[in-house]
């Protein structure tokens, strides 16, 4: 329960900061590393005023799930209930957060920081999987950042160009700058903020490796890892110039009863998500628009030609077999982990208690030791495979390399590590059960 749970006040430079003791690890909850207005660059949170109460989930960036209910039931009632059922959500535009889990007596602990997926228009940082205590228990500190999305994260317009001299991209240029905040306070919660790896599923994933695509970043992070979205989707779907995404937006802006960007600025949340509907009855590419774009500044040019000189940093890819277009995610995630060195795994677990197979997102529970929070009926195998993901994740971060004792071996670059109902070892990908399970089961939203 959680009012049993004791709390622990940490002193830090930033000032006091009072979490919980859950009984496994140190946590602070909801702690705020910037602030923004609504479609202004975000701002670094460097102190607090008094005790902050850290004991308390922090809210999620407003996003039409949570205004338009028909989105939740029927339509995604799926992952609703593999997420987010009976979770009391709460939402505001001063959404910038961090959860921190802290091993105890932690000092100089390699950190992890993860980015949720949702498409680039929904998701939070307290979701059912996403819980840091197992991989605090392994040594690892982990941190789980809100950031902005949907309108509110990549609305695109002239103003914002000529007052900031970039334009979009506010749900990107938050999670760069929780990583800034990482990099400077996380020491003082016993992380090593010169040793952080990324961690992004889905969107969360595209978002990591957007960011190591520009060489103005090196430094900020040694790793990254990247969850069913390793590689970048296919050509159809790469960002756009900022400019060339401002007619849909002045329609929005119609739609939502806006003459001036400034009446946008000031216009009340149910009007932006209502228009968020309209324009999606009107149109059928909001997907390609509700994205980070080509600003000159987060993403200085085209996708596809940066991807060529990454990052130097360490990377690790995962795709399952029922993965969001299966076939595709697991050739070009194969394909940019060949070429960097990547450790690369195809999780092959089918979820029990329905025919859904691993699909898109299932892998979240293993690596984060959260199946028990799950209606699934889990069994040993599956926590076996949960142990080893976990056990290989904190080794990547401490070291870059997420072989240990008692693992089985994991090789880079070349093949990947099948984690599947037999066991886990080095494999190949069944491009043929990946090609099925598109064409038979598809994303299961419904």
């Not at 940490?10 to 590393?33: H, K, M, Q």
């Not at 100089?108 to 999987?129: H, K, M, Q, R, T």
């Not at 110039?241 to 802006?253: C, D, G, I, K, V």
Request: with cysteine; charged share 20%.
């Amino acid at each position: 329960m959680e009012e049993s749970r004791e709390q622990s006040v940490l002193r830090t430079p930033l000032g006091e900061i009072r979490g919980l003791d859950n009984g496994r690890c140190l946590e602070f909850r909801g702690v705020p590393f910037a602030k923004a207005g609504r479609f202004e660059y975000a701002q670094l949170v460097d102190r607090w005023d008094g005790l902050l109460d850290a004991t308390a989930f922090g809210p999620g960036c407003p996003q039409n799930r949570a205004v338009h209910e028909h989105l939740e039931d029927p339509v995604r009632r799926f992952y609703k209930r593999e997420y987010r059922e009976g979770l009391p959500f709460i939402y505001s535009e001063d959404c910038l957060n961090l959860n921190i889990y802290v091993p105890y007596g932690a000092k100089n602990a390699p950190v992890i920081l993860f980015f949720y997926g949702g498409g680039f228009d929904s998701g939070l940082n307290w979701e059912s999987p996403f819980d840091g205590s197992a991989l605090a228990e392994r040594g690892a500190v982990a941190v789980f950042a809100n950031y902005r999305v949907g309108p509110l994260g990549y609305l695109t317009h002239e103003e914002i160009q000529s007052r900031y001299g970039r334009d979009g991209n506010f749900g990107l240029d938050d999670q760069l700058t929780a990583i800034r905040w990482v990099k400077q306070h996380i020491g003082a919660f016993g992380g090593d903020g010169e040793n952080v790896t990324l961690l992004g599923q889905s969107a969360g994933a595209i978002s990591v490796q957007y960011l190591c695509l520009n060489p103005a970043h090196g430094g900020l992070f040694r790793r990254a890892a990247m969850l069913s979205g390793g590689g970048l989707f296919p050509k159809f779907a790469l960002p756009r110039p900022a400019e060339s995404t401002h007619a849909y937006w002045l329609q929005f802006m119609e739609l939502a009863g806006c003459n001036t960007f400034q009446e946008l600025k000031c216009a009340p949340l149910e009007n932006i998500f209502d228009a968020v509907e309209k324009i999606k009855a009107l149109r059928k590419d909001t997907v390609y628009h509700t994205m980070p774009v080509i600003d000159g500044n987060l993403l200085p040019g085209p996708v596809d030609r940066l991807i060529r000189t990454p990052l130097s940093v360490n990377y690790l890819i995962g795709f399952t077999n029922n993965d969001m277009y299966a076939p595709v995610m697991a050739h070009i995630g194969q394909k940019f982990g060949r070429k960097n060195g990547a450790w690369i795994y195809y999780f092959d677990l089918d979820a029990p208690g329905d025919d859904n197979r691993a699909f898109h997102s299932s892998d979240l529970r293993y690596i984060f030791g959260t199946l028990h929070k799950s209606w699934r009926p889990y069994g040993p195998r599956d926590y076996e495979a949960s142990a080893q993901m976990l056990d290989y994740l904190v080794n990547f971060a401490r070291t870059g390399n997420p072989n240990g004792p008692g693992l089985p071996p994991w090789r880079a670059g070349r093949g990947v590590l099948h984690i599947g109902p037999e066991g886990t070892g080095m494999g190949r990908v069944a491009y043929g059960k990946l090609i099925c399970n598109m064409l038979t089961k598809g994303d299961p939203k419904a």
